[in-house]
């Protein structure tokens, strides 16, 4: 692991490529201070892979290293269904099998990794989809919040471009009312002298 990982800015420890061997508790010293960061690797799976059949059985399996005494591995199913293990036997996968199937551990109950299960009916039509992540494991709602946040920047810019050019063309613009009041003015002083 040593050749993996670096130091950055002086307190962040980079590990690249982690591996299961990897898990497990650090300690971070600064000065006399001390303070503990456990770093746990998982990887969930599904046998048979996707997709699977009605009638069928299958196995998800969340494989979890770093943990701490007392914790526990559970899965948590489309919903809301929730199995208190790390391996889930699904015999016989019904059409509400389909979805996305999570693996928390707890004390802190937070989802570590997770795996999207399809199920297709008997005569092969599919019965239950999770929609499509796009790039980088977004899905095409985030994906449509970041374009709807660039539109609205982009209108603001153009909003500041239109200001600033019509300010310039009112300065730009002299007063000609003013100058020749003024003219007319000195005309009539020098008539009455």
């Known amino acids: 692991m040593v050749k993996r990982s670096r130091l950055k800015h002086e307190t962040t420890l980079e590990i690249s490529g982690v591996t299961r061997g990897d898990a497990g508790l650090f300690t971070c010293k600064v000065g006399r201070q001390e303070e503990q960061h456990r770093l746990i690797v998982a990887s969930a799976s599904v046998a048979p892979p996707v997709p699977l059949v009605v009638g069928g059985s299958a196995v998800l399996r969340c494989d979890v290293d770093g943990l701490a ?10 919903g809301g269904r929730s199995h208190e293990a790390a391996t889930v036997h699904l015999s016989p996968v019904t059409e509400q099998d389909g979805g996305t ?93």
């Open 69 to 78: 005494d007392g914790w526990t591995v559970q899965w948590r199913g489309p």
């Open 101 to 193: 199937w999570e693996c928390a551990i707890t004390p802190s109950g937070k989802t570590i990794t997770d795996v999207k299960i399809q199920v297709r009916g008997v005569n092969g039509t599919q019965t239950a989809q999770t929609p499509p992540l796009l790039p980088m494991a977004l899905s095409w709602w985030v994906w449509a919040a970041i374009g709807g946040g660039c539109v609205v920047v982009l209108l603001w810019v153009l909003a500041l471009i239109m200001y600033n050019r019509l300010s310039r063309r009112k300065v730009k613009t002299p007063v000609q009312t003013g100058f020749i009041y003024r003219k007319t003015t000195k005309q009539t002083i020098n008539k009455s002298i």
